[in-house]
């Protein structure tokens, strides 16, 4: 794993971007794994900046997420398709039959929308680069401590860390979704570059696990040690400086 340390939050937002924007300007029909969360908006941001000011072109691009709540509507505007409209599909120009986020929608047959989300990914011909944060717990995607390496996408429940770092988003304690539908962490290994991002204090113990500790389904984000093509772009607080 190669590791960057940088500053502070903006400068990793920016690094990450412009990782991306030379994959895409490099191969302009690339396939990204896209992350939801805190860690990456600015990230977004900046993509979105580059796209307004130095014209990248997002046209043949396609897109996964990694994960979607099981529960919420598409348009609820906790859920990660809400998410991914707001800070980058609607302002950018990726193709809306580009996409794709794991379908969570309530009743839905979710073992089949499962399947399929793994199918479109391999029809695609596999993820180019995929972009990941961290949980507090180490997990990656969700898959939470415990998760079999050799995972693809599937229902999980959620960890009671995750569900509590979620609160803050909805209204209710009741409304926050306990599962979830993720791509697993062989998913995630068959992506030929991996960009894991991580900043502030509260990762800090995570990241450290992640590079120092022997690798082990206890520790999601390790499994990043078995893959030969990691980045990982860490604040100094993330770092523990
Ligand atoms: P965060 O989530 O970016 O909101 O901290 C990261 C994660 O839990 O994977």
Redesign the pocket.
């Known amino acids: 794993m190669r590791v960057l340390v940088t500053s502070d939050y903006r400068t990793l937002s920016e690094e990450a971007a412009e990782l991306i924007a030379r994959a895409v300007r490099t191969r302009p029909g690339l396939t990204l794994g896209l992350?939801?969360?805190?860690?990456?908006?600015g990230m977004y941001q900046e993509l979105v900046r580059k796209h307004l000011h130095e014209g990248l072109d997002f046209s043949r691009v396609r897109a996964f997420n990694l994960d979607e709540y099981l529960g919420l509507a598409r348009d609820h505007p906790q859920s990660y398709h809400s998410y991914m409209r707001a800070r980058l599909f609607d302002q950018v120009n990726l193709q809306r039959e580009n996409t794709d986020i794991p379908d969570g929608t309530p009743g839905i047959d979710a073992d089949a929308e499962c399947d399929r989300y793994e199918n479109a990914i391999r029809d695609a011909g596999g993820i180019d680069l995929l972009i990941?944060?961290?949980?507090?717990n180490g997990?990656?995607?969700?898959n939470e401590p415990g998760s079999s390496f050799d995972s693809r996408t599937r229902v999980v429940l959620l960890a009671p860390g995750?569900i509590a770092?979620a609160r803050k988003y909805f209204a209710r304690e009741g409304e926050v979704p306990r599962s979830a539908i993720t791509i697993g962490i062989r998913t995630i290994l068959d992506a030929r570059r991996i960009l894991l991002?991580?900043?502030?204090r509260?990762?800090a113990e995570a990241v450290e696990r992640t590079l120092r500790d022997p690798v082990s389904e206890s520790l999601p984000a390790s499994a990043l040690q078995l893959h030969p093509d990691v980045i990982a772009i860490l604040d100094e607080a993330a770092r523990g400086h």
């Open positions: 992350p939801t969360g805190n860690t990456p908006l990941v944060g961290i949980g507090a997990h990656i995607a969700f995750t770092d991002l991580a900043s502030g509260k990762k």
